[in-house]
């Protein structure tokens, strides 16, 4: 049975060989439960010690996710499926850009005066022209 925030079969079947494998030692939990445990942290923002006990021991995931990311596993793994889906044309790569403005706080506004007033704070935004539109 797949739960929420775990990866499906396909998806595991594209993962699965580009997961390092293991060294000779002590058995150690499955990569997927482990993989699975990662997936549900990131996608639900908990603290490693709240991971649910059905992905093996928190300190486990913890660890292999760190070894992970900085042995570059997860960057490669990213490129190389990038990589397959777009040479069998499974990826779109148009792109559009949100032009939302987020302003950071007041003091962001600042103009560099003595004082930092800047007068008018507030500024209307307005989308510009479509330029396919004409």
């Known amino acids: 049975m797949i739960r929420r925030h775990e990866l499906t079969d396909k998806e595991w079947e594209l993962l699965a060989p580009l997961m390092p494998r293991a060294a000779t030692g002590r058995p150690r939990v499955s990569d997927r439960q482990v993989v699975n445990g990662m997936v549900y942290k990131i996608r639900t923002g908990i603290s490693w010690r ?6 093996g021991p928190w300190k486990t995931v913890d660890t292999r996710f760190r070894r992970y990311a900085l042995d570059g596993v997860f960057t490669r793994a ?4 990038q990589a397959e889906a777009d040479a069998a044309g499974d990826i779109d790569w148009l792109v559009q ?4 403005i987020v302003r950071a706080r007041q003091h962001a506004a600042a103009t560099g005066r ?3 007033s800047v007068g008018r704070t507030n ?3 307005t989308p510009s022209a479509d330029p ?3």
């Open 50 to 55: 709240d991971l649910p006990e059905r992905y």
């Open 78 to 81: 990213l490129q190389q499926i």
């Open 97 to 100: 850009i949100d032009s939302t």
């Open 114 to 116: 003595k004082g930092g």
């Open 123 to 125: 500024q209307t935004i």
């Open 132 to 134: 396919e539109a004409d």
